[in-house]
């Protein structure tokens, strides 16, 4: 008959623990594992919860322009971790949706008009009238072609941007109703200029 020591029970126990908890730490999301990504997402929450639970629509919109001027601190990013969702148009007038969290997105665009043409203007504009360099590099539009949807994938470029041109105006977003704000609390979308992205080996 076999027995087990007290001490090689304790031992097995130890180490059965250990292995879970590194098990842990390697099933973490993805957006979780870059540190400025996490205290991005982070300080969203941070702003967004209270604000969400108070229902007063001046806290929201408060809420929603701090969202809005965390992003611009952000400013260039590397190696974030994100879901490519959205491929619209085609190589010249591409437009990219990246999950980049829980419900918060970036999106990248090459062509202004198609950007008009979806709901990213209901928030954001360009301080110039001119036509915006391209959102996606060369590079990155390369890259987008060996990709799948629902692919997981890491991304360098910079927050804050629209179309690598424009920084964030407020503008439009002080315009819209506590509704909006509220939307947008909940589901941020974000646009920045993409320089490089490719399959994620994590």
Request: charged share 20%.
């Amino acid at each position: 008959m076999l027995s087990t020591s007290p001490f090689a029970f304790r031992r097995s126990v130890l180490l059965g623990g250990s292995s879970l908890l590194l098990a842990g730490c390697f099933d973490r999301p993805c957006h979780e594992r870059n540190p400025t990504q996490k205290a991005f997402l982070d300080g969203l929450q941070e702003l967004a919860k209270p604000a969400l639970a108070s229902n007063n629509p001046l806290r929201v919109e408060e809420a929603a322009r701090q969202s809005v001027a965390l992003a611009a601190k952000v400013g260039a990013f590397s190696d974030w971790c994100g879901t490519l969702t959205k491929i619209e148009g085609n190589a010249q007038t591409v437009a990219v949706t990246f999950d980049i969290g829980r419900q918060v997105s970036l999106y990248a665009f090459n062509d202004w008009a198609l950007a008009f043409a979806g709901t990213v203007t209901d928030f954001f504009s360009t301080r110039s009238r001119a036509a915006p360099p391209p959102g996606l590099s060369e590079a990155a539009v390369a890259a987008l072609k060996t990709l799948r949807l629902g692919e997981r994938v890491t991304l360098s470029g910079r927050m804050g941007e629209i179309a690598g041109s424009g920084v964030f105006d407020l503008s439009r977003l002080f315009g819209k109703s506590a509704a909006d704000h509220r939307q947008f609390l909940e589901t941020p979308r974000f646009v920045a200029r993409v320089e490089a992205v490719q399959a994620s080996k994590k």
